[in-house]
Nanobody, 122 residues
């Protein structure tokens, strides 16, 4: 089971840290992806990580602003989001896949959380 948290209403330029807590399996053996879906738009990959960081990827929209990381002791993956923009507004989901390296395509991910809402607005 994956449970996201940390979504909120934030002003442009602000920061949020999203959490993806896993139960029932060890995140270290899985690739974890963060995805987002805005109203009327397709789901898109934001970032992914394998284990403690042997493989990390970011969407171009996230590079330089978002940082993904893993806390093995807490079995949790974080997405630190800085300099947030209105176009970052979406429901953010984390997902897990038992694959060797992380990829941004959502089709390979088998386990999904329920999502957390991020709204960037003044």
């Amino acid at each position: 089971q994956l449970v996201e948290s940390g979504g909120a209403l934030v002003q442009p330029g602000g920061s949020l840290r999203l959490s993806c807590a896993a139960s029932g399996f060890n995140l270290g053996y899985y690739a974890i992806g963060w995805f987002r879906q805005a109203p009327g738009k397709e789901r898109e990959g934001v970032s992914c990580i394998k284990g403690s960081g042997s493989s990390i990827n970011y969407a171009s929209s996230a590079k330089g602003r978002f940082t993904i990381s893993t806390d093995n002791a807490k079995n949790t993956v974080y997405l630190q989001m800085n300099n947030l923009k209105p176009e970052d507004t979406a429901v953010y989901y984390c997902a897990a896949a038992f694959i060797a390296v992380c990829v941004m395509g959502s089709d390979v991910y088998d386990y999904w959380g329920q999502g957390t809402q991020v709204t960037v607005s003044s």
